[in-house]
């Protein structure tokens, strides 16, 4: 599974920004996926996660009730709308996916190049 994550931008604080995660290969729908950040100097982590039927999803309290992530399997497809941002959501956002959804990024064995979004104050 070959992934490709597009969308990312400058957007101003409380602004809405989606980006997407694109997969390559006909057994995409049988995997969980999984959006992590990295912000500068900090460590990479989870934000949100959707099995692979799409009817289980987890967010990050940091993110919970803002950001909503949705996948379209006949499109190869995973979004993840971000609502309310905040400069603090500035971060390079990859897509991941796995045989399960977790936070942890071990658990996933596919990994997309990551899109910057700078969420301006």
């Known amino acids: 599974v070959q992934l490709q994550a597009s969308g990312g931008g400058l957007v101003q604080a409380g602004g809405s920004l989606r980006i997407s995660c694109t997969a390559s290969?006909?057994?995409?729908?049988?995997?969980?996926v999984g959006w992590f950040r990295q912000a500068p100097g900090k460590e990479r982590e989870f934000v949100a996660g959707?099995?692979?039927?799409?009817?289980?999803?987890h967010y990050a309290d940091s993110v919970k009730g803002r950001f909503t992530i949705s996948r379209d399997n006949a499109e190869n497809t995973v979004h993840l709308q971000m609502n309310s941002l905040k400069p603090e959501d500035t971060a390079v956002y990859y897509c991941?996916?796995?045989?399960?959804?977790?936070?942890?990024?071990?658990?996933?064995?596919?990994w997309g190049q990551g899109t910057l979004v700078t969420v301006s104050s």
């Open positions: 991941a996916a796995g045989l399960s959804m977790s936070d942890y990024a071990a658990t996933y064995a596919y």
């Open positions: 290969g006909r057994t995409f729908r049988r995997y969980a």
């Open positions: 959707i099995s692979w039927g799409g009817g289980s999803v």
